[in-house]
């Protein structure tokens, strides 16, 4: 009876102390498992964290705009790449550093301050820096500067302000000789007089409608609306813009002669604005040349480009404005002097063209010689026989 006593508290002990085992064994493993989803958890959480810091850097390294963050000390924390570039530089652009330090300086002091650096390069440029402090309720979370290049926006303003100005001033001179021959034309009585001075406001009436033409032209052309891009022989264009000038060739006597290839040499283009640019070469040609000095119209292909080279034996352009002449209303002021007409829009939209289409323009001058100016524009791959392309 002891022996069974003895033998049944053995085997409830060994219940009991494996019981214990057991729930200690539960707990262990329920806090490893607790330990290893934390663990998993966490570093779940890091990754997020560190996918989110990833695509904030991506995002601002994008961006064509300098990021510099300070903590609240006015320490630096983070530049992205465009703000990175000025933390080497040397000469002119260690300005920038410069600024963006004392700027974050002041930002660290609770005021939002901005600054223009003018870096004169070359190439010239003007970078606008601004800080600010980061606060939230009332907590300091540091400061930012931002550093954006201001150069192209200040160079179209500055573009606007020049064609407000210079069409005021090429307007005022039509427009004021219409106004003194009119006043003129209403008093006079001799009738001889009075047809001079009736042909005297046909010419300018004429030359105004020629200045909006060319800027109607020109807007079109910047604009490239209503675009019409087919294949084209050049030879037709040529054709095209040699009889647009051949009335004010004929005035002046200026012969004008062209060399053209045997084949066909189609573009891809746009038939007007190929044409208008042509013309415009050739009616320069005309006006800058002298009389019985024949104008000559060239037309070849170079590799995978056509090339219409017009020349004059005109007076030439000196070489310090050869590089301006494509700019709008820019004109020579020896050439103002020797000639009659235009306004300086018409290498622009020789210019725009050439642009437009993936081509270019370029100028070969020599004082008392003349000019030699090249329209270069991609050929499309098709060669026909003359005739063939209507």
């Known amino acids: 009876m002891i022996v069974a006593l003895v033998v049944v508290a053995a085997v ?3 219940v009991l102390v494996g019981a214990v085992a057991w729930r200690e064994h539960r707990h262990f493993v329920d806090a490893e498992e607790s330990r290893r989803r934390d663990d998993e958890m966490h570093r779940r959480h890091e990754d997020e964290v560190a996918e989110s810091e990833a695509r904030l850097r991506l995002s601002l390294d994008a961006i064509t705009q300098g990021v ?6 006015g320490n630096v924390l983070y530049r992205n790449s465009y703000a990175r570039q000025f933390t080497e530089a040397r000469h002119g652009e260690a300005l920038v550093e410069a600024a963006v330090a004392e700027l974050l300086a002041e930002a660290a002091r609770g005021r939002a301050v901005e600054r223009e650096v003018e870096l004169f390069g070359p190439p010239r440029r003007c970078l606008f820096v601004s800080a600010m402090p980061l606060t939230l309720e009332g907590r300091d979370y540091g400061s930012v500067a931002l550093i954006d290049d201001i150069t192209e926006p200040q160079r179209l303003d500055a573009m606007r302000r020049d064609f407000v100005a210079n069409i005021s001033h090429e307007l005022r001179t039509p427009m004021g000789a219409l106004s003194l021959l009119a006043e003129t034309l209403a ?5 001889e007089v009075a047809s001079r001075l009736a042909m005297r406001v046909q010419a300018e009436a004429i030359r105004l409608s020629d200045i909006m033409d060319d800027l109607l032209e020109l807007s079109r052309i910047e604009s490239d609306e209503s675009s019409e891009r087919a ?9 095209d813009a040699l009889s647009r000038a051949k009335p004010s060739a004929e005035e002046k006597e200026v012969p004008i002669e062209t060399v053209l290839p045997a084949l066909d040499l189609v573009v891809h283009a746009d038939r007007r604005q190929l044409t208008s640019a042509v013309f415009n070469l050739l009616d320069n040609a005309v006006k800058y040349s002298e009389a019985a000095r024949p104008v000559k119209v060239t037309t070849r292909l170079e590799g995978d480009w056509v090339e219409v080279e017009v020349r004059d034996q005109g007076f030439g352009i000196p070489p310090g404005h050869q590089e ?10 020896r050439s103002r002097e020797r000639t009659d007409g235009g306004v300086g829009l018409g290498l622009a939209i020789v210019r725009h063209v050439a642009t ?8 070969e001058s020599t004082v008392g010689e003349g000019s030699a100016f090249t329209l270069t524009v991609p050929m499309s791959e098709i060669l026909q026989p003359i005739g063939a392309q209507a």
């Open 12 to 14: 409830v002990g060994l």
């Open 68 to 73: 510099v963050m300070a903590d609240d000390a």
């Open 187 to 191: 008093g006079e009585r001799d009738s």
């Open 231 to 239: 294949p084209i022989a050049i030879q037709h264009v040529i054709s």
């Open 324 to 333: 301006r002449i494509f700019e709008r209303f820019y004109q020579v002021d």
């Open 356 to 363: 437009n289409h993936g081509g270019e323009v370029r100028v």
